[in-house]
């Protein structure tokens, strides 16, 4: 019994000091007040910084909801209330600029005019023409709530809704019901292939989304969609593991695989550790993914990891917040880390 107890030690110590990072302030010590609300890397993750100067200073560690933060070529943008928060890639402190937003409820995400802000019954945009006017392009009063706000690289906007997709090539003018298969979530886009999130499984188009067809998920549930370099990254759980996996499509989204086998060997590790100690077991919880580079990084309730060998191998770059799972995004080469207890 004593060599299966040395064992188990033995193990433990091994995996707990691999994933261990190497050297970056520990956000746990940050300072208080909103520190800890929004973390900046530019060196791929080595070492991180807390940008929270310049929000709010009422704003709670868990007061940034989904679908109030996005990334794009100008940098951050954070809702908070009716306020548009935005912080540049090279931001120094205070950090953050604001602007009010037309709807105190809204949802925001990026498109190529401008900022689209939306809520369960309607959308607005903002172009960037250097006015602060905010435009209603949908109304959804006779329709579902909506879900999710997408353009492609065409300029071609899909609204996702209880009852599928609107899709709109003329800037909101007029609309076209495509895809009324059920609720529609989560979109990305890659070498002209659309794929979507639909009932908690992955759908796919080739004609700009005039037309979509169901991508064979073995049987999972699918959480999220992001494009990576040359395809598809997406987050699916196993009703039978209870536990979210990587999988990646570098064929159009056609066929997909997993590709996070060596962080699972690290989660296993630790559960087997947790149960056999008498504490809840930990399931692999992944809730963001992307590419920065060659370079992917995902989070779960420990972390956040990267691979340089596209899943082969993680290693540990940032700690969990207070239990909290990061959501991830990028601007240029700079990754911005939102600890939630939400995930996607």
């Given at each position: 019994?004593k060599?299966?107890?040395?064992?188990?030690?033995?193990?433990f110590?091994?995996?707990?000091?691999?994933?261990?990072?190497?050297s970056?302030?520990?956000?746990?010590?940050?300072?208080?007040?909103?520190?800890?609300?929004?973390?900046?890397?530019?060196d791929g993750?080595?070492?991180?910084?807390?940008?929270?100067?310049?929000?709010?200073?009422?704003l709670?560690?868990?007061?940034?909801?989904?679908?109030?933060?996005?990334?794009?070529?100008?940098?951050?943008f954070?809702?908070?209330?009716?306020?548009?928060?935005?912080?540049?890639?090279?931001?120094?402190?205070?950090?953050?600029?604001?602007e009010?937003?037309?709807?105190?409820?809204?949802?925001?995400?990026?498109?190529?005019?401008?900022?689209?802000?939306y809520?369960?019954?309607?959308?607005?945009?903002?172009?960037?023409?250097?006015?602060?006017?905010?435009?209603?392009?949908?109304?959804?009063?006779?329709?579902?709530?909506?879900?999710?706000?997408?353009?492609?690289?065409?300029?071609?906007?899909?609204?996702?809704?209880?009852r599928?997709?609107?899709?709109?090539?003329?800037?909101?003018?007029?609309?076209?019901?495509?895809?009324?298969?059920?609720?529609?979530?989560?979109?990305?886009?890659?070498?002209?292939?659309?794929?979507?999130t639909?009932?908690?499984?992955?759908?796919?188009?080739?004609?700009?989304?005039?037309?979509?067809?169901?991508?064979?998920?073995?049987?999972?549930?699918?959480?999220?969609?992001?494009?990576?370099?040359?395809?598809?990254?997406?987050?699916?759980?196993?009703?039978?593991?209870n536990?979210?996996?990587?999988r990646?499509?570098?064929?159009?989204?056609k066929?997909?695989?997993?590709?996070?086998?060596?962080?699972?060997?690290?989660?296993f590790?630790?559960?087997?550790?947790?149960?056999?100690?008498?504490?809840?077991?930990?399931?692999?919880?992944?809730?963001?993914?992307?590419?920065?580079?060659?370079?992917?990084?995902?989070?779960?309730?420990?972390?956040?990891?990267?691979?340089?060998d596209?899943?082969?191998?993680?290693?540990?770059?940032?700690?969990?917040?207070?239990?909290?799972?990061?959501?991830?995004?990028?601007?240029?080469n700079?990754?911005?880390?939102?600890?939630?207890?939400?995930?996607?």
């Open positions: 019994m060599f299966y107890i040395l064992a188990f030690l033995l193990l110590t091994v995996f707990s000091f691999s994933l261990l990072p190497d970056h302030p520990d956000p746990k010590t940050e300072n208080a007040g909103t520190a800890k609300i929004v973390f900046r890397s530019t993750g080595q070492t991180w910084q807390g940008i929270g100067k310049g929000l709010p200073e009422n709670r560690e868990d007061g940034i909801q989904r679908n109030s933060f996005f990334t794009n070529d100008k940098g951050l954070l809702r908070v209330g009716n306020e548009l928060y935005h912080s540049t890639p090279n931001a120094t402190a205070p950090f953050w600029t604001k009010i937003l037309p709807d105190e409820h809204s949802s925001i995400t990026p498109g190529k005019p401008g900022i689209f802000a809520n369960y019954w309607g959308v607005n945009l903002k172009t960037t023409n250097g006015t602060s006017i905010w435009s209603p392009i949908f109304d959804s009063s006779s329709e579902p709530r909506i879900r999710s706000v997408f353009e492609t690289a065409g300029g071609t906007i899909f609204i996702g809704t209880d599928g997709f609107f899709k709109t090539a003329n800037d909101g003018k007029t609309w076209e019901h495509v895809y009324a298969g059920g609720w529609a979530g989560n979109f990305a886009e890659s070498n002209g292939v659309l794929v979507s639909s009932m908690r499984r992955i759908i796919r188009s080739t004609d700009n989304g005039e037309n979509w067809a169901l991508v064979d998920s073995e049987g999972g549930v699918t959480w999220d969609v992001k494009q990576i370099k040359g395809g598809f990254a997406a987050i699916t759980s196993s009703s039978k593991s536990t979210r996996r990587l990646t499509s570098y064929d159009g989204g066929t997909w695989q997993p590709t996070d086998a060596g962080l699972q060997d690290k989660v590790i630790d559960s087997i550790w947790r149960t056999w100690n008498d504490r809840p077991r930990v399931k692999a919880f992944m809730t963001s993914i992307i590419q920065v580079g060659e370079n992917f990084f995902c989070t779960h309730p420990h972390g956040i990891f990267r691979s340089s596209k899943g082969k191998t993680w290693k540990l770059l940032l700690p969990s917040v207070q239990k909290k799972v990061f959501n991830l995004f990028v601007s240029g700079v990754i911005y880390a939102i600890p939630s207890k939400g995930g996607c």
